[in-house]
Nanobody
């Protein structure tokens, strides 16, 4: 069993930055790929970024590429999402999720999910 807890959300002006953290606990967490997804009101959950267990491979949604960076520290069982140049359309609840095997952009391939953290971008 793997448990995930997100933190770091909040309210920030457009153009600003936030760093989300995902604390991962459980057995052999370092062997899990971890992804970030988000869901805005009235919209489906969408992929944001994902990283493999070693931290050597990461994928990003086109909408965040060049602005967001995903990283992980397996010694601290933490996955970070650094979000820069935030836009109004980044407003959503952000979730981290874990899966065994390769990092994928498909939400249903992830077995474990956190409760989410709200990110609100103001103009």
């Amino acid at each position: 069993q793997v448990a995930l807890v997100e933190s770091g959300g909040g309210l920030v002006q457009a153009g600003g930055s936030l760093r989300l953290s995902c604390a991962v606990s459980g057995r052999t967490v370092s062997r899990y790929a971890v992804g970030w997804f988000r869901q805005a009101p009235g919209k489906e959950r969408e992929f944001v970024a994902t990283i493999d267990w070693s931290g050597g491979t990461a994928y990003y949604a086109d909408s965040v590429k060049g602005r967001f960076t995903i990283s992980r520290d397996n010694a601290k069982n933490t996955v970070l999402l650094q979000m820069n140049s935030l836009k109004l359309e980044d407003t959503a609840v952000y979730y981290c999720a874990a899966k065994s095997g390769s990092p994928l952009m498909i939400s249903y391939s992830y077995d474990y999910w956190g409760q989410g953290t709200q990110v609100t971008i103001s103009s």
